[in-house]
């Protein structure tokens, strides 16, 4: 069995996402962030950096249990076990891995941030906040060339668009208020109608 430790965040859903599309039966334990749930003990010996999402593999490889933090992580451990949202051939799959990292490090990392100095840091700053926001709209903009003419990032459907994709829906209003990606806007509508995605954005409710 699987257990997914997740709240309602992008990394979260990412996570979530990923269990339904490869059709996996997980249970879903959810971590409230609002109240410190994350710095319990017993969640801290999952994984020590306090942190969701965490999967748990009873039937880990090997037959080991195994605990794993990092959505992407989880992404690819997932993609692997079920055999599925990988390409198998090398230049495919390299394609999604490209993909996949510039969802989960340049555009995880500016849409965090905008967050952290909106509502976490001391000192808020709105034009470090703007900063941010542009910096994300930045790499927006290039998923939406790369989009062009095209149903995913990688050409098919792959663990890089579930990466993307609760950015890209969280981040809705400051797209729409951009504009000028209509590439994005259709594929963010096409994911978003997905079943798997619709039961993976429900999870941990």
Not at 57 to 81: F, H, N, R, V
Not at 101 to 126: I, L, M, N, R, W
Not at 139 to 160: C, M
Request: charged residues 20%.
């Amino acid at each position: 069995m699987l257990d997914l430790y997740t709240f309602q965040t992008s990394n979260g859903q990412r996570a979530a996402i990923m269990l339904e599309e490869c059709a996996l039966p997980f249970r879903v334990h959810r971590v409230d962030l609002t109240k410190g749930e994350q710095r319990q003990e017993a969640f801290l010996r999952l994984n020590p950096a306090g942190m969701i999402p965490v999967l748990v593999d009873s039937d880990g490889p090997g037959g080991a249990p195994l605990a794993i933090a990092q959505s992407g992580a989880i992404l690819l451990y997932l993609a692997e076990k079920a055999g599925r949202l990988l390409p198998a051939d090398p230049r495919a799959r390299a394609e999604a891995l490209q993909w996949l990292f510039f969802a989960v490090t340049d555009c995880a990392g500016a849409s965090g941030a905008v967050y952290y100095h909106s509502a976490v840091v001391p000192e808020k700053s709105p034009a470090n906040v703007q900063w941010y926001e542009e910096r994300l709209i930045a790499h927006l903009r290039v998923a939406d060339a790369q989009l062009a003419g095209r149903d995913a990032l990688a050409g098919e459907y792959s663990v890089a668009d579930v990466a993307l994709f609760p950015i890209v829906a969280l981040r809705r209003k400051l797209v729409e208020r951009a504009g000028g990606m209509p590439n994005l806007a259709r594929w963010l509508d096409a994911v978003g109608q997905r079943p798997a995605v619709v039961r993976g954005l429900a999870a941990g409710n």
